[in-house]
């Protein structure tokens, strides 16, 4: 049965227990079994409210109850108190006004509208709640001098939508969103497993052979600072470090930094203006980065055997890096040989999110904008810009893994992502489209059709088939079956669709 005839059942009863029918029309209506009129059932939103109400036709001085069910848009659920007015300006600017201070059940107000002249008039619903002040205007309506005159409509209306009443949405999580227009990017979906920076993880070599003694309240874990003293190496009896011999290495060391830095700005700068190749501008960024960490190692080792840094435990080990220890290497007390790894410290604050991009998909990348990590459940952005560094893209395919690199640098990681794990990701190739887009929580997969539930009234729906797109983040496009403008259930569209199937186990129906 549709919820507007049992309303009608509802208000015949009404109106006969009110004595709003004379006796002889009563007699009259049985006789030519004239179906009663139809309530009128209204939706209308404003941007903190929504309004689904039904009320009788007007008829002069006879009493018309409104059922007014009033939901907040932010949370979706029913106003437990508040003040509802019913308000009827005339064409002669005279206005009527009704008004109840309390709902008669949660998110219900009932107020009943006496006018007292015919013709036609403008209805207001006003609610006013705390802070929330919202008037709906819900247009025009006619007042008849009496019942006869209401037009009846004696065909039934096929009613091919889905009932699901305020009742059972105010009980579950439940949502609507409106479909409009959203700036989404094109991506490849791929997989990716984050890194270490290279120039943010060191690992820490004997410079010279002899015992380890580590401080002994460092373990794996532990957060380090920069020089901070990490471990003692006692040399042999006898064994010497041409010091000298390194301080000449530094100096080429320097010499070989400066020139590649100089070599890395100069190829940015043809970069800039589109007049190098990738390969050049990956390789000149490479040696750089090499030059870079044989000048520190250089440096580090002359830290660590100059006298300065040395003490009755031996030669002191500092970390050249803040972080902490991922791994030890070394066992207290065991001999090691010079240039034997000690400690390997990282730091976690940047980390590089290494992508994975198929030979089949190389061709759309065009300008790299993020990553995009699916998470449980949850999606993580980053795009460049936004703490996001774009570092490279290595077009040439992995003989192994027929894919190619595509590397992006995150400052502050959120906690949930760890160095070395693998992740399904989306990466934005550069292409981005304003198109409709729905919430990815809008859709439902039944029985294989991808489907969304459109509200087309308080308690009414729609089953919509819907061909998808591109996706960022949480939503998603829809190429057809969603219009512009409406409101597409995100919360809550399995109950819509048991609902469909069977009412009974969608909720229980109406508490008035």
């Known amino acids: 049965m549709k919820k507007l005839s049992l309303i009608s059942i509802i208000t015949l009863l009404l109106l006969s227990g009110c004595a709003d029918y004379p006796q002889e029309n009563k007699k009259n209506v049985q006789a030519e079994e004239k179906p009663a009129p139809e309530p009128i059932a209204i939706t209308d939103y404003t941007e903190q409210t929504e309004l689904f109400v ?117 009980k579950v999580e439940f949502a609507t969103q409106i479909a409009t227009k ?113 000048h520190i190692n250089i440096v580090q080792r002359l830290n660590q055997l100059d006298t300065s840094n040395s003490s009755q435990n031996g030669i002191v080990l500092k970390s050249p890096i803040e972080g902490k220890i991922a791994k030890q290497l070394a066992l207290p007390g065991s001999y090691v040989k010079e240039g034997e790894p000690i400690v390997h410290i990282v730091n976690t604050k940047k980390l590089w999110i290494n992508v994975s991009i198929p030979q089949s998909e190389i061709s759309k990348i065009t300008k790299p904008l993020g990553v995009e990590l699916t998470l449980n459940d949850s999606y993580l952005g980053f795009n460049v810009g936004e703490d996001t560094k774009f570092i ?48 990815k929580s809008s859709i439902v997969n039944d029985n294989g059709q991808y489907v969304v539930y459109v509200q087309v009234g308080g308690e009414s729906f729609e089953r919509r088939n819907i061909q998808t797109g591109i996706s960022t983040g949480d939503y998603i496009e829809v190429k057809s079956g969603v219009n512009e403008g409406e409101h597409v259930v995100s919360k809550g569209a399995y109950q819509v669709l048991l609902s469909a199937v069977s009412p009974a186990a969608a909720g229980a129906g109406h508490a008035h």
């Open 54 to 170: 039904e009320f009788n036709q007007f008829v002069l001085n006879k009493p018309s109850t409104f059922l007014a069910h009033f939901t907040y848009m932010d949370t979706f659920k029913p106003f437990k108190q508040g003040r509802v007015e019913v308000c009827l300006t005339f064409s002669n600017q005279k206005k009527e006004c009704f008004s109840v201070d309390a709902p008669a059940f949660e998110g219900i107000f009932k107020p009943v509208a006496v006018p007292s002249q015919s013709g036609f008039a403008e209805l207001d619903i006003r609610v006013e709640q705390g802070n929330i002040i919202q008037t709906h205007k819900l247009g025009k309506f006619q007042i008849y001098n009496s019942y006869e005159q209401i037009p009846v409509n004696s065909e039934e209306e096929a009613d091919d939508g889905i009932s699901y009443l305020k009742e059972q949405q105010w």
């Open 182 to 294: 959203k700036l989404l990017r094109e991506s490849v979906s791929t997989f990716a497993k984050t890194e270490v920076p290279s120039n943010q993880e060191y690992v820490l070599s004997a410079p010279v052979a002899g015992i380890v003694t580590p401080i002994s309240e460092l373990s794996v874990g532990s957060k380090v600072d920069k020089n901070m003293k990490l471990a003692y190496i006692t040399p042999l009896l006898g064994q010497k470090e041409d010091i000298s011999t390194l301080k000449f290495e530094l100096q080429k060391a320097k010499a070989n930094l400066a020139l590649n830095k100089n070599e890395n700005e100069r190829i940015k700068k043809l970069e800039a203006k589109n007049a190098v190749s990738q390969k050049r501008i990956i390789d000149a960024q490479q040696d750089y980065d090499m030059a870079k960490a044989k």
């Open 392 to 439: 490279y893209f290595n077009d040439m395919v992995d003989p192994k893994t027929r894919c190619a690199s595509l590397i992006f640098e995150i400052n502050n990681p959120p906690s949930s992502l760890k160095a070395g794990a693998g992740y399904a990701v989306k990466a934005y190739t550069g292409k981005v489209l304003q198109t409709l887009a729905i919430a």
